[in-house]
């Protein structure tokens, strides 16, 4: 990727606020994703929330409100006596479809080999069955990938001071229940610190000073989180200084493969949490310079998936990596 960078305004302790940014303050949290991933998977009420994810209670309880404040989510009354709610999503919760799309797209290709299931989709509109979910760029009518953009700064862009909620993050199977489709592609985005070291990598600051500067990560989070990365393969060291030694941080094809999460990522905060300026980041296709236009599309006609329009079905996969298919 080609950038423009451009510096705070002040000496004051800035940080760049783009959408990605507000958007992880909602979703950037693994809890959250889980509670998203049983949603979308058709669970509505607090039991069978609790069931798919294995949240603790209090746990679950204080995201569901969290995630209701938010504007994702409405409470409805489904029963009177005793008094029980169920959650529905809003027009908000569902603009997240893309980076779901996006998630599931890379943890297919990525995930491993421990993934237990295989998520089927089929596009009504087309007709096209076992569909791939494609970052594709209306302006150019084509797939882009992260070699394909530039950027730089919009007119929305913001510096603020950092004021980070306490969150922590969550190791090895305590990320979540055994039965969650998205494994390793939940863990990353749910986890706000490591989505934006790898935002910063992307545009282009990779020595551990200026990762550590353009995040406003403290030093001790940082040095974990950039081995945790490693450790997952998202992301390498390069030595470019011998005396003494210097590290700068580079991105693996699984890596690089993220940018279409952080790009649906960054079109979802641009809708919902927009400045009167304008989006704080402007991507362009790198060759020509046109808008990138980002959306998911569908593999067969390329046209932007709809939830209304696709079907998907869950398999199971066996110990072996294959697919078990039921037999009638």
Same mark, same amino acid.
């Given at each position: 990727?080609?950038?423009?960078?451009?510096?705070?305004?002040?000496?004051?302790? #800035? !940080?760049?606020?783009?959408?990605?940014?507000?958007?992880?303050?909602? !979703?950037?949290?693994?809890?959250?994703?889980?509670?998203?991933?049983?949603?979308?998977?058709?669970?509505?009420?607090?039991?069978?929330?609790?069931?798919?994810?294995?949240?603790?209670?209090? #746990?679950?309880?204080?995201?569901?409100?969290?995630?209701?404040?938010?504007?994702?989510?409405?409470?409805?009354?489904?029963?009177?006596?005793?008094?029980?709610?169920?959650?529905?999503?809003?027009?908000?919760?569902?603009?997240?479809?893309?980076?779901?799309?996006?998630?599931?797209?890379?943890?297919?290709?990525?995930?491993?080999?421990? &993934?237990?299931?295989?998520?089927?989709?089929?596009?009504?509109?087309?007709?096209?069955?076992?569909?791939?979910?494609?970052?594709?760029?209306?302006?150019?009518?084509?797939?882009?990938?992260?070699?394909? !953009?530039?950027?730089?700064?919009?007119?929305?862009?913001?510096?603020?001071?950092?004021?980070?909620?306490?969150?922590?993050?969550?190791?090895?199977?305590?990320?979540? &229940?055994?039965?969650?489709?998205?494994?390793?592609?939940?863990? !990353?985005?749910?986890?706000?610190?490591?989505?934006?070291?790898?935002?910063? +990598?992307?545009?282009?600051?990779?020595?551990?000073?200026? +990762?550590?500067?353009?995040?406003?990560?403290?030093?001790?989070?940082?040095?974990?989180?950039?081995?945790?990365?490693?450790?997952?393969?998202? +992301?390498?060291?390069?030595?470019?200084?011998? &005396?003494?030694?210097?590290? =700068?941080?580079?991105?693996?094809?699984?890596?690089?493969?993220?940018?279409?999460?952080?790009?649906?990522?960054?079109?979802?905060?641009?809708?919902?949490?927009?400045?009167?300026?304008?989006?704080?980041?402007?991507?362009?296709?790198?060759?020509?310079?046109?808008?990138?236009?980002?959306?998911?599309?569908?593999?067969?006609?390329?046209?932007?998936?709809?939830?209304?329009?696709?079907?998907?079905?869950? =398999?199971?996969?066996?110990?072996?990596?294959?697919?078990?298919?039921?037999?009638?």
């Amino acid at each position: 990727m080609t950038h423009m960078m451009m510096q705070p305004p002040t000496d004051v302790k #800035l !940080v760049r606020c783009c959408s990605i940014w507000r958007a992880l303050e909602d !979703v950037g949290d693994v809890p959250t994703m889980l509670i998203l991933e049983a949603f979308w998977l058709g669970e509505r009420r607090f039991d069978g929330f609790q069931k798919r994810t294995g949240l603790l209670k209090a #746990l679950l309880s204080q995201r569901l409100k969290q995630m209701v404040a938010a504007g994702l989510f409405e409470k409805r009354l489904y029963c009177e006596r005793p008094p029980r709610y169920e959650y529905v999503t809003t027009e908000k919760g569902r603009d997240l479809y893309w980076v779901a799309l996006a998630m599931l797209r890379w943890e297919q290709k990525w995930g491993g080999s421990k &993934a237990k299931f295989h998520v089927r989709l089929q596009h009504r509109s087309c007709g096209g069955t076992n569909i791939e979910p494609v970052p594709y760029s209306l302006s150019a009518q084509s797939p882009f990938t992260a070699r394909d !953009v530039s950027w730089q700064h919009g007119p929305g862009m913001g510096w603020v001071t950092p004021r980070h909620s306490r969150r922590r993050k969550p190791r090895g199977e305590d990320a979540g &229940a055994e039965n969650n489709l998205l494994d390793v592609i939940l863990r !990353v985005l749910g986890d706000r610190w490591a989505s934006l070291i790898l935002r910063s +990598i992307f545009t282009g600051f990779r020595k551990y000073d200026e +990762i550590q500067k353009d995040a406003a990560i403290a030093t001790n989070i940082l040095a974990d989180r950039l081995q945790w990365l490693m450790d997952m393969g998202l +992301i390498h060291k390069r030595l470019y200084s011998e &005396a003494p030694p210097r590290y =700068e941080y580079r991105l693996s094809e699984a890596g690089i493969d993220y940018y279409p999460v952080l790009v649906m990522l960054m079109v979802w905060g641009d809708r919902w949490y927009l400045t009167p300026e304008g989006p704080p980041l402007l991507l362009s296709h790198r060759h020509t310079g046109k808008p990138l236009q980002p959306v998911m599309a569908c593999s067969c006609c390329h046209a932007p998936l709809d939830p209304a329009e696709v079907d998907f079905t869950i =398999e199971p996969i066996d110990g072996e990596g294959r697919q078990v298919f039921a037999t009638s």
